[in-house]
């Protein structure tokens, strides 16, 4: 059986322009906020690190719940090179946990994988050094994944539910598609797509950078 060539042409420009659409087509984008590297510490750590009883001092607020504070820490791995001036981030957590770059792990020699926060089971450790004391953790130095935070009205509108995989187009200094973004759901986050420097960085965002689902995972 002869194959009708420009059938195949325009059946493979449908689903090419179908792609490039995508089922979330005429939806307004997503703006980006770049997370540098950051620290979070339960009530123990903090302790040793900033002294005993010593509180977070909140200097912005962010989505839910959450705040950047005056405290910074430095944090080091086997290569000894210190990486200095990390945000602590609150409010206090039940795990410490380290989110880092690609970049930061070639500094300090030790291999995170990629994660979304909180799971932090078989992460990397590292050593933690603050103005009144030293942690070393066995475990929670992570990458953070690609994110979305929506809240439930915004998952309504994109069609996605808490959890699901989506690709999303950035459009920047270098074009590209951003694969295994996760979608986050909750009632106190507003609508925002989380990277890390290393993803901005590629990319080449500049302003106020924006993303667009163009497909929906699973």
Known sequence: MAVDEKLVELIVRQIVAQRQSGAHAGLPPIPVGVSARHIHLTREHMD??????????NIKELMGGQFAAQEQVTILGPSLRPIEKVRVLGPLRKQTQIEISRTDTFVLKVRPPVRPSGEIRGSAGLTI??????????????IANRHIHMSPEDARIYGVRDGDLVECLAEGERRTMLYDVQIRVAP???????????????????????????????
């Open 129 to 142: 050094v603050g103005p009144c004391g030293v942690v070393i953790v066995e475990e929670g130095c992570i």
């Open 48 to 57: 040793i690190l900033f002294g005993k009883g010593s509180e977070l001092h």
């Open 188 to 218: 106190s986050f507003t609508l925002e797509m989380h990277i890390d420097t290393d993803d901005a960085n590629a990319i080449g965002f500049t302003g106020k950078p924006q993303v667009t689902i163009v497909k929906r995972g699973g």
